[in-house]
């Protein structure tokens, strides 16, 4: 029996933590048993192994040769689990069957969700994130009695080179949980830490983040692990986003904001249902796709908004609005401007009329001569300029009030790296700060 997840990260940045880089990460090796939901054993192997694959997408794997048990095509429709010791029982898929002479035969699947220690309480958890943006400097976010702290790996400069190069998936960030007042805690204390984690990065960099392995330590020993499939987009250059990685400070200021809107019951589904759609609409091959996803995501955020919180018009007179009015009526109630901000052929009343007409032209099989009549680059403006209204819905709906990056500015070339703003409902001075 041997465990090869590393059984000390040195500080708070992981230098023991091996760049995997298409590589397995092992979890466990040694003899497994597979069971039916009644715990009836199907299955026992030997020489088994249970890893963490990030090729082709990140799965957690396992392997072995039956020593015990008959060859059953039909357990596909079946609800099996795995056993293996010190872990939880976990739900699996056995994927393939093989057959040699020589060792004679082994079967291999993926485990479809998370493998995991019983709980333990710890005084600390450190947890692997992936492909997250190469940001400068520490991030330190906090939330009542919880501190996380989240660095770079050491070796960050040849990670990012090879992601560059690969467009695939690699452990980019370490980050460690802890209680302020020093004391232990449980490991499902802080789920609701790493679910807020995982939307806020993935809304800071427009693509989903990973956040796979989890490990529990307690005086200096890792007691408790988990590992787990999850949703985590490949690598690819970080579009425009509100977010400026050369100001992570930014994720500190937004977090508590971010966690209390998520235990609002009110706006909790929404709210991930408008950030899934903006993420879509970053990943959309194609700009047609990203002006559905995104005024989708507005026009809900506007319906729980109107409808369900503020109650100022009734759910039918909304639906008989019409979607540019929706919008519009979304941005004046959240002070965020919707005159068109830059050069566009006549005829269109605002931004919203101008996002909505192209809209509904790719909806609607309907000829639409004046949208027709626009040039690639005015699309492509209100393509920005709906992303823009859609980012500043979101952050004005957590109650953000601090700096944060005007895609608008990318349409004249104006906007710098690193540089940043406030929002535009801010009360304080408005400034534009540049980091070179």
């Not at 003899?31 to 054993?41: F, H, R, V």
């Not at 192997?45 to 090729?55: H, I, K």
């Not at 209680?179 to 800071?204: E, G, H, M, N």
């Not at 706006?267 to 796709?289: P, R, T």
Request: hydrophobic share 40%; charged share 30%; aromatic share 14%.
């Amino acid at each position: 029996m041997h465990y090869d997840l590393p059984k000390e990260i040195g500080g708070y940045v992981g230098e023991n933590l091996p760049s995997l880089k298409g590589k397995k990460l092992t979890i466990y090796n040694g003899d497994l048993e597979i069971k039916d939901k009644d715990k009836n054993t199907l299955y026992t192997l030997n020489n088994g192994s249970v890893y963490l694959s990030l090729l082709p997408k990140p799965k957690i794997h396992f392997k072995g040769y039956v020593v015990k048990g008959e060859l059953d095509l039909g357990l596909d429709s079946q609800e099996l689990y795995l056993y293996l010791p010190d872990f939880n029982p976990t739900k699996i898929l056995i994927t393939n069957f093989k057959f040699s002479s020589d060792s004679g035969l082994s079967l291999s699947g993926i485990i479809t969700n998370t493998i995991e220690k019983p709980e333990r309480e710890i005084d600390r958890l450190y947890f692997y994130i992936l492909n997250f943006d190469d940001t400068l400097g520490r991030i330190v976010l906090n939330y009542d009695m919880w501190e996380i702290t989240i660095d770079k790996k050491p070796d960050y400069k040849s990670i990012f080179n090879w992601l560059k190069n690969t467009g695939l998936y690699e452990v980019t960030h370490v980050g460690v949980i802890e209680r302020t007042d020093k004391q232990l805690f449980k490991p499902q204390d802080v789920d609701f830490l790493f679910y807020a984690l995982f939307w806020l990065f993935s809304f800071a960099r427009g693509r989903y983040v990973g956040l796979d392995v989890m490990l529990g330590f307690r005086d200096g020993s890792c007691i408790w692990k988990k590992i787990q499939d999850c949703r985590v987009s490949n690598w690819k250059k970080g579009k425009i986003t509100w977010f400026s990685r050369q100001h992570p400070e930014m994720l500190g200021k937004i977090f508590p904001l971010f966690v209390e809107k998520l235990k609002n019951p009110l706006w909790k589904e929404s709210l991930i249902m408008a950030l899934e759609w903006y993420i879509e609409s970053l990943e959309a091959d194609l700009m047609e796709e990203a002006f559905i996803w995104v005024s989708t995501a507005l026009e809900l955020i506007s319906w729980v908004r109107f409808t369900q919180e503020e109650l100022i018009i009734s759910k039918d007179k909304y639906d008989k609005l019409y979607e540019s009015d929706k919008i519009r009526l979304l941005l004046h109630g959240l002070e965020i401007p919707f005159k068109i901000p830059f050069s566009i052929s006549p005829g269109y009343e605002d931004g919203p009329h101008l996002f909505t007409e192209i809209r509904n032209s790719i909806v609607h099989p309907v000829k639409k001569e004046k949208v027709k009549a626009l040039s690639f680059e005015d699309r492509w403006k209100a393509h920005e300029l709906g992303l823009w209204y859609l980012e500043l819905t979101i952050l004005r709906l957590l109650g953000y009030d601090g700096d944060y990056v005007n895609r608008l500015k990318s349409i004249d070339h104006g906007l710098w790296e690193g540089s940043v703003e406030k929002v535009p409902w801010s009360r304080e001075e408005g400034t534009m700060h540049v980091h070179r």
